[in-house]
């Protein structure tokens, strides 16, 4: 049965600045009840596209038409009277309002203002697609699906026949994915039209009916993704054939390198972040970290870095050279390095903590090594050759290495970062979410870079949100809930399911 086209783009072209072309002729169409997977390499274009079907940017060449007819989405309100709704990967949701007050925040529809009518309505939907959220929760007592949840049920209740959502599980446990999945199935019934942006292959593979592959700004070609497969969608991406294996290594020489104590961390509301984290990270291997957003993660290793103070406990310190142990904790994150600690850190926030956005990549390498200078003129010759190598080795997409990192794609300002850390040869690596937006070449390319580290003997730390990654990749798998060790399990014997039971384990209140 042949499809209704939704929305057609024909020959779209969008330029940032003279050097940058993001889209250029693209020219694809998005069927009416159709799942829609939408594939690139990162700075392919994907967001910018699908940011201009929703009213967030406008195309400087090239037309748009929904049903047939062409049309000019100026803004957001232009693409929801169109019944366009975007799901973005940061949610824009006010923490203190409930679902239901954030599902109806803004909405002009010309009818008297009643929360309770609202809320029949909202129920209605929630019952159509089998959502399972309590309406009237505050966001900031929610999960990330539960929030997820609530930014589909806006854009649905505002009339949305068309959904664009980016990177929607890359938060999710396997449980929450499956139920995601499942609604978005029941939406395809009804007929709706979803478009997915992913990086996930096995996702596309399993959800969705068509694939639209872009390279380097240019529409390459779709497929049905019952003709498909992971080699054909990743040789569409890249251009080439690619080898996608992560080549884990059994351990050797494992000593233990980092031993974490009953580690306590409290916010400042007093409420605890970490709570009585005890475990050992060994050279040569890798320890996987798994746990739903915002379980203790991100403390965990600012507390190892020293950027976060510890109200208990222990983190030891063995030196390789020596053999000598020194206990981290309270001292600060110069004090750390001065000791020979070499704690890589790649932080979730890259522009917000690991990179300065209006430096040039250059730049930005020698915010680590500026303090070697022994005059006070500063020497950009290494900097610059390993901004160079970088560049080179991981494929960073970039006019130069004098472009500001801030006018780099997502993925490509995560290999600056990524490249910028490994490179200082650390003896402890850690790395939270190093491939978070990376295509599937580039995530490759960063896993196999941690496994070369683990190689050399440094123990490496590695918090991912893909499970079937994390299982591949690691030796160990530490999952926290939280702020507490939930488990330890073996990566090679355990499995997907188990890991995701104990992401969702609950703990009983002390």
Known sequence: ME???????????????????????VSMTIN????????????????????????????????IFVDGKEVSIRSPKDAFDLKIGMVHQHFKLVDVFSAAENIVL?????KKFSIAEYSKEINKICEEYGFDIDINKKIYEMSVSEKQTVEIIKVLFRGADILILDEPTAVLTPQEIKVLFNILRRMRESGKSIVIITHKLNEVLALSDRV????????????????????ILTEMMVGKKITLNIDRTEPKDVKDRLIVENVMCKNRDGLKVLDNVTFTARSGEILGIAGISGSGQRELLESIAGLQRLNKGAITYINPKTGASENLRNKTPVQIKELGVRLAFVPED???????????????????????????????KGPKSLAEDIVEKLDVVTPSIETPVRRLSGGNVQKVLVGREIALSPTVLMAAYPVRGLDINSSYTIYNLLNKQKEKGVAVIFVGEDLDVLLALSDRIMVIGNG???????????????VGLLMTKSFDEE
Do not use: C, H, W
Not at 14 to 25: H, L, Q, S
Not at 106 to 110: A, F, I, M, R, Y
């Open 350 to 380: 890259r522009l917000g903590m690991g990179l300065v956005g209006n430096m040039d990549i250059t730049d930005n390498m020698m915010l680590r090594s500026y303090k070697k200078g022994k005059s006070m003129f500063l020497s950009r």
């Open 32 to 63: 009416r009840g159709e799942i829609l997977s939408v594939l690139g390499e990162n700075g392919s274009g994907k967001t910018t596209l699908m940011n201009m079907i929703a009213g967030i940017y406008f195309p400087d060449e090239g037309q």
């Open 212 to 231: 639209s592959v872009l390279r380097k700004g240019e529409y390459i070609g779709s497929i049905e993704t019952k003709d498909a497969n992971e080699s």
């Open 3 to 25: 499809k209704t086209p939704a929305i057609e783009l024909k020959n779209i072209t969008k330029a940032f600045g003279t050097k940058v072309i993001a889209n250029k002729n």
């Open 484 to 498: 507490r060790v939930a488990g330890i399990v073996d990566a090679r014997t355990t499995t997907k399911e188990e």
């Open 106 to 110: 803004g909405l002009q529809d010309g």
